[in-house]
T-cell receptor
């Protein structure tokens, strides 16, 4: 079945610096890749997503890139702020399936 | 516009008991998916309901069952609870057509003693 690997498991950056989280997926039929942010004790919240017909998508300080050939996708956060501290999850799903397969999560800490 | 809601927020049960968790989808959504999130892990897909039928199922035993009602709300039932069933149970809603993002509820934290 589909497997999603996420790295690193923890990431600590200085406020204002950039953070990058990487994921690889195993099923080449996957075509939808969302990223969720989960603060302690709260629900996962979608922050950005990308479909396989595009290679990059940006939303203010957040961007996601997708390399279908290599089967990996990455989350980029620029000008990090303390409120960016949370656990981030990548996920993948196939067209028509909507079953999300999640990575193991990255705990991002922004140091003031 | 109401988001996804779940009840109860917390629940404590003992081994062998049965539990029912409830989910109301975001307004306009017709599909409900259930996930189990163990501490420090990513959510794991349990199953998905659409048109009151189980559309897909993850790698969970038959002790986990569900239901979807005509108003699209859903229940997750777990029988013969094990200690390992302790987790955060998340419900997510979406539209089947066109495919749309899954929005998560706040979850139900289940503790099995």
């Amino acid at each position: 079945g589909e497997n999603v690997e996420q790295h690193p498991s923890t990431l600590s950056v200085q406020e204002g610096d950039s953070a990058v989280i990487k994921c690889t997926y195993s099923d080449s039929a996957s075509n939808y890749f969302p990223w969720y942010k989960q603060e302690l004790g709260k629900r996962p919240q979608l922050i950005i997503d990308i479909r396989s017909n595009v290679g990059e998508k940006k939303d203010q300080r957040i961007a996601v890139t997708l390399n279908k050939t290599a089967k990996h996708f990455s989350l980029h956060i620029t000008e990090t702020q303390p409120e960016d501290s949370a656990v981030y999850f990548c996920a993948a799903s196939k067209r028509g399936a909507q079953k999300l397969v999640f990575g193991q999560g990255t705990r991002l800490t922004i140091n003031p | 516009d109401a988001g996804v809601t779940q009840s109860p927020t917390h629940l404590i049960k003992t081994r062998g008991q049965q539990v029912t968790l409830r989910c109301s989808p975001k307004s306009g959504h017709d599909t409900v998916s259930w996930y189990q999130q163990a501490l420090g892990q990513g959510p794991q897909f349990i199953f998905q309901y659409y048109e009151e039928e189980e559309r897909q199922r993850g790698n969970f035993p038959d002790r986990f069952s569900g239901h979807q009602f005509p108003n699209y709300s859903s229940e997750l039932n777990v029988n013969a609870l094990l200690l390992g069933d302790s987790a955060l149970y998340l419900c997510a809603s979406s539209l089947v057509f066109p495919e749309e993002t899954q929005y998560f509820g706040p979850g139900t934290r289940l503790l099995v003693l």
